[in-house]
Nanobody
Framework: QVQLVESGGGLVQPGGSLRLSCAAS????????MGWYRQAPGKQRELVATITRYDWANYADSVKGRFTISRDNAKNTVYLQMNSLKPEDTAVYYC?????????????WGQGTQVTVSS
């Protein structure tokens, strides 16, 4: 069973930075892609950023130029560097790993880490 453990969330002032980490229990290279999603109170979960095993990154328009996703295959860890944080970035951030099972995509999720941007 794959386990994803997020860390690095917390309270930060607007304009500040945080780095989230997602440690996987197995090789992250085995996944087609890994990514970060977030869910704010009363809203649906939304994609923040994804990265494939070949380091192709994709970002939501709302975070382009401020967030950077990266991976360290040796450490089985994916990171999300978040700069110039805004109050609207406040949410629970979830790590995601997508695999293929019986020819269909299958998602694994972490437990989430809270990010609060407030003065």
């Amino acid at each position: 069973q794959v386990q994803l453990v997020e860390s690095g969330g917390g309270l930060v002032q607007p304009g500040g930075s945080l780095r989230l980490s997602c440690a996987a229990s197995g090789s992250i290279f085995s996944f087609n892609r890994m990514g970060w999603y977030r869910q704010a109170p009363g809203k649906q979960r939304e994609l923040v950023a994804t990265i494939t095993r070949y380091d192709w990154a994709n970002y939501a328009d709302s975070v382009k130029g401020r967030f950077t996703i990266s991976r360290d295959n040796a450490k089985n860890t994916v990171y999300l560097q978040m700069n110039s944080l805004k109050p609207e970035d406040t949410a629970v951030y979830y790590c995601n790993a997508r695999s293929t099972v019986a020819g269909s995509p299958y998602d694994y999720w972490g437990q989430g880490t809270q990010v609060t941007v407030s003065s």
